[in-house]
Structure formats: structure tokens, C-alpha cells
């Protein structure tokens, strides 16, 4: 990961709000993020914690109405993809852009083989003939690692193990040598020996092909294994920013720390009692004007309910949102 | 016999089988079946938590719901509290039913959406109490206070409460028999992390308040780790191990279950770098095929020659610990005991298992 790099993409400001009846849901709040050339970032948070919607909104791939994306810039290749018009945009989703959805089930046709759905992009976007896209989809199953390529092209979804359904996935958003993947949590519908060969796969993959990978997960495991860097949300913001190791070894936001601890592991010591987060996630009705974190937190101080606070950096490049500052036991002094 | 609590079986299972019939083309002829549950022996000892983990499609579902007779199984003997309900028609089970109970995975799909949660916990009451309205409240609203629901929302259907809220529901059900034994299905599986602890620890507190037998199947090897008291490890239909926690977790015996345990991501980027790992190769064979031999030998990294004719027998290598492996083929009992002293001789057991891989 070359430090300082130009970032791939840039996503400053980004807020998406969803029309409900009676109301809205402010599913992501002013989130921030970069995404170096060759890096992997993991995206870690609960289900509700918006990072879906924030990869979804930045592609404009959510239906608006309801959802409304208002404001924000996501700079990718010196344009800004929130204003650039619907043809720009298609071109870049499956092009540039790589997309891996978490149910291999759900998102693949099941009435065309796998062959036609994985030359559809290289024949939209890269304007490739027929014979030579076939070409390029055995080339394509060959490097996710499904033998046999030749007569695998002309099975259909339902042939597929989930596994090897989800190779099939990652085959389509390669296709057309993306600059950046985004894989929304692509292992979790897998089982755990499955999902330790897809996350060898793609550590390979990155390595090979030198592209920038987001990697959205629930699983800290996960992230602990692959990412570079983490961004972890909360209540539709990001709460904590940090090289890998850095946050592992270092947590800042409450939040992060709780996570880290409520966790069971297979290794080490293990705990008579479990360590559990009191609460439930905030329901995101209007624009927060308080710490999300505040009703569950056990270092809540009175300005968290007043304020919501800002990305502090705490050095090594890494931020958290608190007031409360881990590395002194006390209140920040700002 | 009064050397601690693990003394009485309450739960004793032999070679359980589930096997569901494949009927195919025009005359819906009889051509196959889905072994699910192949030949599974284990005992669950009163008080205690077996957690049973496998991957999908291994049949510790399956295994779990046959143990309760959801299903009319294809073979075997299970004894509850000492009474033979293998055999019993479903009919005559109902009288059974009190003492056994389940913990569904989806609290969404458990729970009718159009009962209110009183109606809900109430209704083993209905089925197998006598007891007068009030009395019914009464009880309802204890469970609810037991399993950490507010009481004041007893008269709320269950769209209204998160998915923690909806298992603690799940749970209260359960408890409304006052059962020894529930079966509890994957609890945690649909539940966020911060959640899950939550209701864990529920289980836990109740089964330390009321002295609950559970059977924990899950597909989460750490979670097992922090609850079970044994654990048993199922492939294909089969129990390849079952062991205490700590042994199963520190030293686990069979192929598979080092597979299993290698493949679980570390959350500690250390540790995860100096890990070694197994990553096996392939997927899981269809319990209607299941390969000749041994039913891991298609992907197992230490696969011999035996293992592709002949299933390894599941019996007893050390001490309480199980294991069907051709690997362990000469390790006796006896000869394991003895040297248990010595228990250098264990690890080179180990040890030479790990060089095969």
C-alpha cells in the first residue's frame, strides 16, 4: 500500500436519507472515507449500520425514491460520480467499478448459463466479439479457480456449489479489470472452510492484479485476516478509522473496544462470561445531533448527548468519533 | 456416581438415523435417499450443554429435530430421562412433549405474527396445563420477567421487537413446560454480534437458575467454545468427533476438526499471520452420494488409502473423547489411558498427524 498515494476514491460528505412513511431514515450521516490505489479496506459494522447503503448510494445503484442521496462527493477518476449523468455512471458500475453481493444465490440469472453472464459485461463495456469474450470468461474462471472452465461455462447457476457460485460472482466484477471491487459481505452465506478458501482467493487475486478492494463484513475475523485498513460503523456513520493492526491493538472508540470484546474466540483464554453490549442500535429517524453510541456506551460523558463528535485523529492514521480520548482515561481536551 | 453433577444421562442417543426417500420420474418411484443423519451415538449428561457444530448441510439440524422426534426416524433408539421415544407414535408423544422443547433459529418465522406475545408463551400452557386464566397470565409474565422482556409489552405482536427481543420470546415459550431438556437450533445464527452476547448469556443464567440440559447447535465454532460443556463435531451425516471443550479445542483430533478450526478467522492480525493454516479443498459430497469409505476422505489433507474403502469406526480413543479416523485405528483405550500419564505420548500422536498433512 503505497502511503500518500492519490486515492482512488474519494468519498467526503456522503448522506443518504430514505423515505418512510411518516418520516425518514438518515441510513448514512456525513461519512467519509478514501480508498488508496492496490489497498484492501475493510468496512466493518452491524446490520443497520449503513455500510451497504453507503457502497450502494455512491454507485447509485439505490431506487429513489425512497432512498435520496443528499449530499456528498464521490470522486473516482476526476469525476465526481454523484452528478456525472446516468450513461457515465453505467459505464463505470461493472466496469471500473466491481461490484460482489453477499447472496451468490440471488444475484446471478438463474435462466442463463454462467458463460453469458460473465461475457454480458465484457461485451458492454469492453466492446468484445462474441469468440473473444468466450475467450476471456474461460481465462476468468481459470483465475477464480473453477476447474474444468472449458464446460463449467456452459452449466447453469443452479450447478454451482455456493462457493463455487460466489467464484463465479467475483468472475463477472473482474471481468473488466476494475479498478476498485466492492464486495459486500461476499463470504457470509458461506461456511467457514469455504469462506477460508474465497478469502485466500482474493488475497491472491489483489496481489495479482493490483486492484483497491472494499470489503464489507460483520466479521472482525475477517477484516483481522485481510484488510489493510478498517473503517468501522455505527448508527450510519464511521465511528473509527485505523491501519489494521493499529486498531486491533489499539481500539479507540468505545464501541470498537466493546466489539472487540463481546467476540468469543476458538484460541486463547475463554472467558466464564461473556462481555455484552447493553442496548440496541439506534433507529436512525432523524439527523443525529448526539453520539449514536451514547445510550450503550460505559464512558458516556453529558456532551455526548448534546453533540455529535467529530473524527478525532489520534495519530499513526488512525481516527475515532469520541469525546472520550482511550489513551488518557479522561474527556478530550477540545 | 457422586462425583460432580455428569454423572446421569439424561439424554442417550444410539446410532440415530434420518434418512428422507428420493422419489423420481412418472411413477414417483423410491431411488435414493438423503442420508442426513447417518448413524449418530451420543449422550448428553443432565445439567450439561452439548454443542453440536458442522457445516450447512452436515445435519446437525436434522440430528437435533430427530432427537426431539419432529421427524419419524429411520433407525435408532433415543432415551430421554430414560424413557424409549424412538419408537413411540407421534400421538403418544404428546404426553412427552412437557419435558423436551426447542429454541427455533428464525425468531421471524417462529413466532406467529398474529399472536400477541402473551398468546404466544402461553399457549404450551393451553396445551398441556389445566391451569385457570389468571394463573396462565401470572406464569406468562413471569417467563417474561425471567427472560428479560418488560412485562408492560405483553399485549404486543412480535413485529414489534428487534431480533434479540423476538429469541428472548422464542425462549420464554420454551420455558412455559418448565422442560430438562431443550434443543436449541442455531439461537444466535440470525442475531447481530453485539446481540448475540446477550442471549447467550440468557441461556447460560437460565440454565445455571433451572439446571436445563441443552443440545447448542450452531454453525460458530467460538461461540460453542464459550457455552458447550462437550462438543461434538458432525460431517455428512456423521459424527467424526465429540470431545470435552478444552481437549476438543486444544488438541482436536480428527482431520476435519483441525480444518474447521483452522478456518475460523482470528481476530488478532498476530496471531492470524503466525496461524497454520489448513484450507481445504472442494466442497461438501450429497449425503444422497456419500463417497465409499470414510466420508471426509475427499477432502481430507491426510487421506490413506483405507479411508477411500472402509468408514472408520466411531469409538472411544481417549477418555472421553470419540473419534471416527483410521488414524487413531490403533490407539486403544487401554493403551491411552496408560499412557495419559506420560501425556508426551498424546502429543506425538498428534504431532505425527500434523506432518501427514
Excluded at chain 2, 420470546?169 to 431438556?181: Q, V
Amino acid at each position: 500500500m503505497p502511503d500518500g498515494a492519490q486515492p482512488v476514491l474519494d468519498v467526503r460528505g456522503l448522506k443518504t436519507v430514505f423515505k418512510i412513511r411518516g418520516g425518514e431514515v438518515h441510513a448514512v450521516n456525513d461519512v467519509s472515507f478514501d480508498l488508496k490505489p492496490g489497498e484492501l479496506l475493510g468496512v466493518v459494522g452491524e446490520s443497520g449500520s449503513g455500510k451497504s447503503v453507503t457502497m450502494m448510494s455512491l454507485l447509485g445503484l439505490l431506487p429513489t425514491p425512497p432512498a435520496d442521496v443528499r449530499g456528498g462527493t464521490v470522486m473516482f477518476d476526476g469525476q465526481d460520480l454523484l452528478k456525472v449523468d446516468a450513461e457515465t455512471l453505467r459505464a463505470t458500475r461493472g466496469g471500473k467499478i466491481g461490484f460482489v453481493f453477499q447472496d451468490p444465490m440471488t444475484s446471478l440469472n438463474p435462466v442463463y448459463n454462467v458463460g453469458m453472464q460473465i461475457m454480458e459485461p465484457l461485451r458492454k463495456h469492453m466492446g468484445m466479439s462474441k469468440r473473444a469474450a468466450a475467450v476471456r470468461a474461460k481465462e476468468l474462471l481459470e483465475l477464480v479457480g473453477i476447474p474444468d472452465a472449458d464446460q463449467r461455462l456452459k452449466d447453469y447457476p443452479h450447478q454451482f456449489s455456493g462457493g463455487m457460485r460466489q467464484r463465479v460472482m467475483i468472475a463477472i466484477a473482474l471481468a473488466c479489470d476494475p479498478k476498485v471491487l466492492i464486495a459486500d459481505e461476499p463470504t457470509t452465506a458461506l461456511d467457514v472452510t469455504i469462506q477460508a478458501q474465497i478469502l485466500e482467493l482474493m488475497k491472491d487475486l489483489q496481489d495479482r492484479l493490483g486492484m483497491a478492494v472494499i470489503w464489507i463484513t460483520h466479521d472482525l475475523g475477517v477484516v483481522a485476516g485481510i484488510a489493510d485498513r478498517v473503517v468501522v460503523m455505527y448508527g450510519g456513520q464511521i465511528v473509527e478509522q485505523a491501519p489494521t493492526r493499529e486498531l486491533f491493538k489499539n481500539p479507540q472508540h468505545p464501541y470498537t473496544r466493546a466489539l472487540l470484546k463481546t467476540v468469543p474466540r476458538v484460541t486463547g483464554t475463554r472467558d466464564d462470561r461473556l462481555e455484552i453490549i447493553e442496548g440496541q442500535p439506534p433507529i436512525l429517524g432523524a439527523q443525529p445531533t448526539a453520539c449514536p453510541f451514547r445510550d450503550r456506551c460505559d464512558v458516556a460523558l453529558d456532551r455526548c448527548a448534546r453533540e455529535n463528535p467529530p473524527r478525532y485523529d489520534v495519530g499513526n492514521g488512525h481516527d475515532a468519533a469520541c469525546f472520550f480520548d482511550a489513551r488518557t482515561g479522561g474527556p478530550r481536551d477540545v | 456416581m457422586f462425583d460432580g453433577p455428569k454423572t446421569t444421562k439424561l439424554v442417550e442417543v444410539d446410532n440415530l438415523k434420518m434418512h428422507f426417500p428420493i422419489h423420481t420420474g412418472l411413477f414417483r418411484r423410491h431411488t435414493g435417499d438423503v442420508k442426513a443423519v447417518d448413524g449418530v451415538s451420543f449422550d448428553i449428561f443432565e445439567g450439561e450443554t452439548l454443542g453440536l457444530v458442522g457445516e450447512s448441510g452436515c445435519g446437525k439440524s436434522t440430528c437435533g429435530r430427530a432427537v426431539l422426534r419432529l421427524y419419524d426416524i429411520t433407525d435408532g433408539s433415543i432415551l430421554i430421562d430414560g424413557e424409549e421415544i424412538g419408537d413411540v407414535p407421534q400421538k403418544d408423544l404428546r404426553t412427552k412433549r412437557p419435558t423436551m422443547q426447542m429454541v427455533f433459529q428464525d425468531p421471524q418465522a417462529s413466532l406467529n405474527p398474529r399472536m400477541t406475545v402473551q398468546a404466544i408463551i402461553q399457549e404450551p400452557l393451553d396445551e398441556h396445563t389445566s391451569m385457570s386464566k389468571a394463573e396462565k397470565r401470572d406464569k406468562v409474565l413471569d417467563l417474561m420477567d425471567q427472560v428479560g422482556l418488560n412485562r408492560k409489552f405483553a399485549q404486543r405482536y412480535p413485529h414489534a421487537f428487534s431480533g434479540g427481543q423476538r429469541q428472548r420470546i422464542g425462549i420464554a415459550r420454551a420455558l412455559a413446560l418448565n422442560p430438562k431438556f431443550i434443543v436449541c437450533d442455531e439461537p444466535i445464527a440470525a442475531l447481530d454480534v453485539s446481540i448475540q452476547a446477550q442471549v447467550v448469556n440468557l441461556l447460560e443464567d437460565l440454565q445455571k437458575e433451572f439446571g436445563l440440559t441443552y443440545l447448542f447447535i450452531s454453525h460458530d465454532l467460538s461461540m460453542v467454545r464459550h457455552i458447550a460443556t462437550r462438543v461434538a463435531v458432525m460431517y455428512l451425516g456423521k459424527i467424526v468427533e465429540l470431545a470435552p471443550r478444552e481437549a476438543l479445542y486444544a488438541d482436536p483430533l480428527h482431520p476435519y476438526t483441525k480444518a474447521l478450526l483452522s478456518a475460523v478467522p482470528e481476530p488478532d492480525p498476530d496471531l492470524h499471520d503466525t496461524m497454520d493454516r489448513t484450507i481445504l479443498t472442494g466442497d461438501v459430497p450429497s449425503p444422497s452420494n456419500p463417497p465409499k469409505g470414510c466420508n471426509f476422505c475427499t477432502r481430507c489433507p491426510a487421506v490413506m488409502d483405507i479411508c477411500h474403502q472402509q468408514d472408520p469406526e466411531y469409538r472411544e480413543v481417549l477418555p472421553g473423547r470419540f473419534v471416527a479416523c483410521h488414524h487413531y485405528a490403533n490407539v486403544t483405550t487401554e493403551a491411552a489411558s496408560a499412557a495419559a500419564s506420560e501425556a508426551s505420548d498424546t502429543q506425538s500422536l498428534s504431532n505425527t498427524n500434523t506432518k501427514t498433512n
